[in-house]
């Protein structure tokens, strides 16, 4: 089964306007990080937030919110006032912190989100 | 300051040749991962180190695959007699001790490794 599962593989949004990527998750782990990337067509992989699985509140960085429902197992990104540059493919990824492999990420397969002018 | 490099950041290269690629993670910080994206698919963990030691290699591929840190610093990823499906972008990443280093990892640029 897939650990990260991102069911839109393409997002088109209007300029100012707010958009929610999905991210849903499976893992057994009590502890766990999960974590956005965004990758613009220059290829590299901007880290966007973090969210522990212990953490009370949904993360927010500037623009970007995320949207923790844990029962739901769910971690959707949340970006506000959408811009050009905003353009990009966008991975969700998680952390398992038990069981020894507490160091790499398991990532989904992105959603290309378009902004339009 | 100065984020994740990598070099070079493309290379060709004919098929059952060596390559090796090499990262220069951000100053203090002492884990360090390789990871790889093949066309049209998701990240692949490779191998992490933390320091010079790789406690799981289990993600290279094969036994073609290899790499190495030294100093706690510069880290080489070698693929010994390429072959085409090796093509793909391998991505290096790091992050500090402690619990920061549980919240985010740093990537760096990538390199595009196109065997022929």
């Known amino acids: 089964a897939q650990k990260i599962t991102q069911t839109q593989p393409g997002m088109f949004v209007q300029e100012k306007e707010a958009v929610t990527l999905d991210c849903t998750y499976d893992t057994s782990d009590p502890s766990y990080g999960l974590f956005w990337y965004k990758q613009p067509s220059s290829g590299e992989m901007i880290f966007l937030i973090y969210?522990?699985?212990?953490?009370?509140q949904n993360a927010t960085e500037g623009r970007y919110s995320l949207n923790f429902q844990k029962a739901r197992k769910s971690a959707n990104l949340v970006i506000s006032a959408s811009q050009l540059g905003d353009s990009a493919m966008y991975f969700c990824a998680m952390r398992e912190n038990s069981g020894g492999s507490n160091y790499k990420l398991t990532f989904g397969k992105g959603t290309l989100l378009t902004v339009n002018p | 300051g100065a984020g994740v490099s990598q070099s070079p950041s493309n290379k060709v290269t004919e098929k059952g040749k060596d390559v090796e690629l090499r990262c220069d993670p951000i100053?203090?910080?002492?884990?360090l991962y390789w990871y790889r994206q093949s066309l049209g698919q998701g990240l692949e963990f490779l191998i992490y180190f933390q320091g010079n030691s790789a406690p799981d290699k289990s993600g290279l591929p094969s036994d073609r695959f290899s790499a190495e840190r030294t100093g706690g610093s510069v880290s080489t990823l070698t693929i010994q007699r390429t072959q085409q499906e090796d093509s793909a972008v391998y991505l290096c990443a790091s992050s500090p001790p402690g619990l920061a280093g549980l919240k985010t990892q740093y990537f760096g640029p990538g390199t595009r490794l196109l065997v022929l």
């Open positions: 969210q522990g699985s212990y953490d009370q």
């Open positions: 100053s203090g910080h002492t884990a």
